[in-house]
């Protein structure tokens, strides 16, 4: 017999383990709940990938959440969310909470009126980003900047990584040239390389996140359709080589995690 709803887990996707940053904001909101956490190691990064495949794969690993028993699904991930997070609503019956980055807070915050955001190509041309900027942030200067290969650099080489140094220093300097004093870190993989960003940037800028809100978000869904409760457990699963994800777990968090293989189509 299944257990309850409200006792059924929350699932969470990204195209890797930059959601990883978003389910450690759940776990400390809703620390009795349990969690599915699936990456999708196999096809990182989607932000060069053209838009039809992340929403067939968006919609597939939703999909797949639910059949085992997800009672609401985290697009934790800016660049699904971009692409797919109204399909992936239409496809299930159950709440979604999709990210998107945090223009809205940002745009509150600045002083100078110039703000970054740090967010793959796919995500930054996305017409949804556009129609963020428009609502929120058109009286302002909005200097997006694309990171090709950041969010693989830090999955695969490390947050500490030359690679991962190199890539910053290309991109966030400019940032700072342009007088930003707010960064919006529109990848979920980012806040990974926080200390990293924030180094290459004047004292006082504040860099913002989605992590805590969507997990809010997901209280307050939860609250008002399927119910919290669970028992803290976290279940990990990828479509890539688990040993690897393993590996690249415990550099991320220090923990070693028992990771399965999940083979969606
Ligand atoms: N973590 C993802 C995001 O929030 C994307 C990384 C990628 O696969 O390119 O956009």
Redesign the pocket.
Known sequence: MNPPLAHQPIGVF???L??LTVLQALRARLPGEDFIYFA?TR???????PESFIQARSQAIAAALAARGAKAVVV???????AAAELVRASIPKPVVA?EPAVKPAAALTKSGVLGVL??T??LTSQRFAHLVKTYAHHLTVLPQACPG???AIETEGPQSASVERLLDTYVPPLAHAGVDVVVL?????PWVKEGIAARLPSGVTLVDTGEAVARQVERRLMSEAGLGGHGQLQLATSGDPARVRHTIARLCGVSMHVERWDIR
């Open positions: 990204d195209s890797g930059g959601g999708d096809h990182l990064p989607y932000g060069d990938k934790a991930c800016n660049t699904a969310t971009a990210l967010a793959t796919r995500t950041l969010a693989e529109g990848c979920t993989h980012y």
